[in-house]
């Protein structure tokens, strides 16, 4: 067939299909809330003028944490000749806001007044000098009082200084101005136990005890230059950060266990727990403490993440599984569909499972999954040890199976990483009331493979709203659907007559993309348009068919007694 002929110039057509972004498959993304011990680092080089206060430069100061050195020497400071403490709180909603300064405590700034008494046995010269003692500790020393010659006597001091607020000491120290060299350092010779005695009459005591007896602390010089060390969590460190490497979560929140093998950062251990099950990324977020005010807080900032799909709280409390279940239903009812996994923590008296049952049977919600038992083992890496762990751990795995597989894959017969066994050990038929109350079970195989018996939610009055990876499947397509339209055609202007269609299209093919995922098995009737009184708004409705899980497989068979002839049959083909 000859071409039709085409005179140069630019042929402009216009399509009536939509050019569609794809929208492709992501790992479901796991955030994680719990109480962390971690912090960040700082070190500052200031100088110390007077009693003058500077600002740190971090919020949120640890003052426990805080170290000083004198730059010059790198001698430590003792905590008495500074005071480090908090002077602001922009906002008392914020944790981590807290504005802290560190300033110089002066010491004695003049010396004891010292004559010779008739009472003692000291001769030679003498000098004496006075420090302070607060809640910090002791400052360094005073001026001398200037040196007194004596011959077997003793001393009278008067005009003792008297330390600023806080005082609650003072130490008299002693030095022989000729001699050995330990005598021609200054030595404590005696402790006033108040901030008001004016007077140590007699001090006598013999060279070779005071020579003994402690020297002074170093202190701080008024314009001395300083380093100032210390460990902080502003903040930032209480808002959701993007994990994609577990070492970086010990970095932030501290190691999951302490030296002694106990759980340090429950924050750090739930992130180990979903990465070793799959997970490759989640979102950490640090409670300011482990209770249920403070991570419900934490929880109201994940609302400002829209990626999040599963969502656990690394504390076992009673509490716990219903504000999971707060979160879901707010987020869930503005279109932002993610899911909650809860476990209680039966460390060390186990939940008993009629109180586990009741509290699923009370949520019957298909967004919340809820773990059967109270506290499994796992090998602990320091002690060697089994540890026992409450199942908000086992939940923080769960969380990682699911965000390691399509949203289509029940987690039915599938291991758990991380554990050797159960604590809190089910029967089968206590394993099916467990079930029945909508609890997701996890049970313990033959070798230590500890598996989910049954991937649930606490939903079980449908199959629809009882298979957990049903609900998944259901929650991607709402996302999907919705991030579709929302990139392609909220804001676009069109005739009316062909605004219903552009959404039709968008929704099929995100469809289309679900079934060959195989997340849905089929979907039909997709109808566009627009609702009346309103021109700016397509309403689009469709149906489609889940990708269901096989959970159960009946097998019937009968005897023949008819024939007689059980002989296997032969092909006539075969040779």
């Known amino acids: 067939m000859a071409l039709a002929y085409n005179s140069p110039g630019v042929t402009v057509t216009e399509s009536v299909v939509p050019a569609l972004a794809p929208v492709v498959a992501t790992p479901s993304l796991v955030a994680i809330v719990g109480a962390a011990s971690g912090s960040q680092s700082a070190t500052e080089r200031l100088v110390l003028t007077s009693t003058t206060a500077q600002t740190l430069a971090h919020t949120g100061v640890s003052t426990p944490s805080v170290v000083v050195k004198l730059a010059s020497t790198g001698a430590v400071i003792n905590g008495g000749n500074y005071s480090v403490v908090q002077t602001a709180d922009p906002d008392t909603t914020v944790t981590g806001d807290e504005i802290y300064t560190i300033a110089r405590v002066a010491p004695p700034a003049t010396g004891p007044t010292v004559a010779a008494t008739g009472t003692g046995a000291l001769t030679g010269t003498y000098e004496?000098?006075?420090?302070?003692?607060?809640?910090?500790?002791?400052?360094?020393?005073?001026?001398?009082?200037?040196?007194?010659?004596?011959?077997?006597?003793?001393?009278?001091?008067?005009?003792?200084?008297?330390?600023?607020?806080?005082?609650?000491?003072?130490?008299?120290?002693?030095?022989?101005?000729?001699?050995?060299?330990?005598d021609s350092l200054f030595h404590l010779?005696?402790?006033?136990?108040?901030?008001?005695?004016?007077?140590?009459?007699?001090?006598?005591?013999?060279?070779?005890?005071?020579?003994?007896?402690?020297?002074?602390?170093?202190?701080?010089?008024?314009?001395d230059t300083v380093t100032v060390s210390y460990t902080y969590t502003d903040a930032n460190y209480f808002e959701a950060t993007i994990m994609s490497d577990y070492a970086d979560v010990v970095d932030k929140y501290g190691s999951p266990f302490d030296a002694n093998g106990n759980v340090n950062s429950k924050l750090s251990f739930a992130a180990r727990l979903a990465f070793l099950n799959g997970a490759d990324e989640i979102i950490t977020l640090a409670a300011t403490a482990d209770t249920q005010t403070p991570i419900e807080a934490a929880l109201t900032k994940l609302e400002d993440e829209p990626d999040v799909r599963i969502v656990v709280i690394?504390?076992?409390?009673?509490?716990?599984?219903?504000?999971?279940?707060?979160h879901t239903t707010k987020m869930n009812g503005q279109g932002f569909y993610r899911f909650g996994i809860a476990g209680r923590d039966g460390t060390p008296t186990l939940i008993d499972a009629a109180s586990i049952r009741a509290a699923a049977s009370a949520l019957n919600d298909e967004s919340i999954r809820y773990v059967n038992v109270s506290s499994f083992y796992l090998s602990n890496p320091v002690t060697g040890a089994n540890l026992s762990v409450g199942a908000w751990a086992a939940a923080a795995a769960i969380a990682g199976m699911y965000a390691g597989r399509d949203v289509q894959i029940p987690l039915t017969r599938k291991t758990v990483a991380g554990f050797v066994g159960i604590n809190d050990v089910r029967r089968e038929t206590e394993k099916a009331l467990d079930a029945a109350?909508?609890?997701?079970?996890?049970?313990?195989?033959?070798?230590?493979?500890?598996?989910?018996?049954?991937?649930?939610?606490?939903?079980?009055?449908?199959?629809?709203?009882?298979e957990a990876s049903v609900v998944r499947a259901k929650y991607e397509l709402a996302h999907r659907v919705k991030v579709a339209l929302d990139a392609s055609a909220v804001g676009a202007v069109l005739p009316a007559g062909r605004a219903a269609s552009l959404v039709e299209t968008i929704?099929?093919?995100?469809?289309?993309?679900?079934?060959?995922?195989?997340?849905?098995?089929?979907?039909?009737?997709?109808?566009?348009?627009?609702?009346d009184g309103d021109p700016t708004t397509v309403e689009v409705r469709f149906q489609y068919l889940p990708a269901y899980p096989i959970n159960n497989i009946n097998v019937v068979f009968t005897?023949?007694?008819?024939?007689?002839?059980?002989?296997?049959?032969t092909d006539a083909n075969a040779t």
């Open 507 to 531: 929704t099929s093919s995100v469809l289309d993309g679900l079934v060959v995922e195989q997340a849905i098995n089929g979907y039909s009737d997709v109808k566009g348009r627009l609702l």
């Open 559 to 569: 005897i023949n007694t008819t024939t007689g002839d059980f002989a296997a049959a």
């Open 128 to 182: 004496y000098a006075v420090s302070f003692v607060n809640a910090g500790g002791e400052t360094g020393i005073g001026p001398s009082s200037g040196t007194v010659a004596i011959a077997g006597a003793g001393f009278n001091l008067t005009a003792i200084p008297v330390g600023p607020t806080g005082t609650t000491q003072r130490k008299v120290y002693r030095k022989k101005s000729v001699g050995t060299s330990a």
């Open 314 to 326: 690394a504390n076992g409390g009673s509490w716990a599984p219903s504000s999971l279940y707060a």
């Open 437 to 466: 109350a909508g609890l997701l079970v996890i049970e313990e195989r033959g070798g230590g493979v500890i598996r989910v018996r049954h991937d649930i939610t606490t939903a079980v009055g449908s199959v629809n709203t009882r």
């Open 189 to 223: 010779v005696a402790t006033i136990g108040d901030n008001t005695t004016l007077v140590l009459n007699n001090e006598a005591t013999a060279d070779a005890t005071a020579n003994a007896a402690v020297q002074p602390n170093t202190g701080i010089a008024s314009g």
